[in-house]
């Protein structure tokens, strides 16, 4: 019989983390998206209570999650703030390629550095003409005797002016194409790289995203992850990864704001008695409860389906990220409906968790791009 129950360790790590969002993240999640600051101060706070990088290994100073017990931190961090939330996650995701390719040397020099200085990385792919299509990246990385000559332009790039270290991708032979793309980890502070000035955005304003140029900027040879050629395959197995944690923070994001609007709407008078009475705010109030419930088994299936190696990983990660992150659009839209004018006021957080739901549909590839990577599971 399947079990939908957690685990006496699963079940610490919900409570753990979401002990730290009650704490840490709740009470600042206004003022940063007012700021739209970075919050240094909660990630350094995430690093002394050992909270941020959980899927680096143990053995290297993370906390060795796996990808379902990833997901279960990343829906609390989505239930505060996903912008917040995701000032932590994005680090994980720049760090995927090295889990995935790095050489153990460059795994310890990496993350020691990153864990002593309690620093972030950037995870650097998109492009201003290559965003979905990542084969249509131009930014090139010419090898020139015992050192890469990096050029290009990067844009929408998460937590790029404060970085430590940059995923980058580029092509390491340009007349090859796409054949080419290799995937680098660099340092930041690397002359030639220029960050552009920060992105105003519409909704997770906590979180940095930037345009950097890279201008004859001198890697090392050793910065190449993995071998020259296989960037394109690391991307993809990047993705296959982290989109359950984009789509569990979703649907915290979407938990949020039904728990805040169903319990206004339970003390909201009209006509003598709560709204909730009424058909038409109760059967909201339905569809927001299951819709939640069915991304929730949906992600959690994917990401069971990563942890033990099934065929079907990739096509339910996509599945899970499109499907999460369309329910926290609609369930978040439909708190601030119950709410009226109030929902739509700052006074309340459901605006923000609003704004916040539509970038999810977005980053780590489209909800479009992900069907159809689901289209070409199914129809193969």
Same mark, same amino acid.
């Given at each position: ?15 753990? @983390? ?13 003022? @940063? ?17 050992? &909270? ?6 143990? $053995? ?10 990833? #997901?279960?931190?990343?829906? $609390?961090?989505? +239930? ?12 994980? !995701? ?5 889990? !995935? /390719? ?29 965003? /979905? ?11 020139? =005797?015992?050192? @890469? ?15 430590? +270290? ?16 290799? #995937? ?14 920060? %992105? ?14 890279? $201008? ?6 050793? *910065?190449?992850? =993995? ?6 395959? &690391? ?22 704001? @039904?728990? +805040? ?13 709560? &709204? ?20 929730? %088994? !949906? ?5 069971? #389906? ?7 990983? *990739? ?6 990220? +499109? ?21 739509? /006021? ?17 980053? $780590? ?16």
């Amino acid at each position: 019989m399947v079990d939908f129950s957690l685990d006496k360790h699963q079940q610490e790590i919900v409570e753990k @983390y979401r002990d730290f969002t009650k704490r840490w993240i709740i009470p600042n999640r206004m003022k @940063y998206d007012e700021l739209a600051e970075f919050p240094w101060d909660i990630v350094k706070a995430a690093y002394d209570e050992k &909270i941020i990088n959980g899927a680096i290994p143990k $053995e290297l100073g993370g906390n060795g999650f796996n990808i379902f017990e990833s #997901a279960l931190a990343s829906e $609390e961090f989505g +239930y505060g703030c996903t912008g917040i939330g995701i000032c932590i996650d994005a680090t994980t !995701l720049a760090l995927t390629p090295t889990f !995935l /390719s790095a050489t153990e040397e460059q795994k310890k020099k990496i993350y020691g550095e990153m864990i002593e200085k309690k620093a972030v990385a950037a995870y650097a792919l998109t492009e201003p003409d290559a965003g /979905s299509d990542v084969q249509g990246i131009k930014s090139t990385a010419i090898k020139h =005797g015992d050192k @890469y000559i990096l050029n290009g332009q990067k844009r929408f790039i998460t937590n790029a002016d404060v970085a430590e +270290y940059i995923t980058v991708f580029a092509l390491s032979d340009p007349e090859r194409g796409s054949r080419s793309l290799s #995937a680098f980890i660099i340092k930041a502070n690397t002359p030639g790289i220029t960050m552009v000035s920060r %992105m105003d955005k519409m909704g997770q304003r906590a979180s940095v995203q930037n345009e950097i140029k890279f $201008e004859n900027v001198e890697i090392p040879a050793d *910065s190449l992850i =993995g071998r020259e050629g296989e960037g394109f395959l &690391i991307a993809m197995r990047t993705f296959d990864r982290t989109r359950t944690g984009v789509a569990a923070a979703a649907i915290g994001n979407a938990r949020s704001a @039904y728990e +805040y609007s169903k319990k206004w709407a339970k003390n909201r008078i009209q006509f003598g008695h709560p &709204i909730t009475v009424l058909e038409g705010v109760s059967f909201m109030l339905a569809d927001m409860a299951t819709e939640i419930e069915a991304a929730k %088994m !949906l992600v959690w299936e994917a990401a069971w #389906a990563f942890d033990t190696k099934q065929r079907s990983m *990739s096509k339910l990660s996509a599945m899970s990220k +499109y499907f999460a992150t369309d329910v926290a659009m609609r369930v978040t839209t439909n708190a601030v409906q119950i709410m009226g004018g109030e929902g739509y /006021s700052k006074e309340h957080p459901v605006e923000k968790m609003m704004r916040d739901a539509k970038l999810s549909q977005i980053y $780590e590839g489209t909800n479009q791009v992900n069907r159809l990577v689901v289209s070409k599971n199914i129809l193969k």
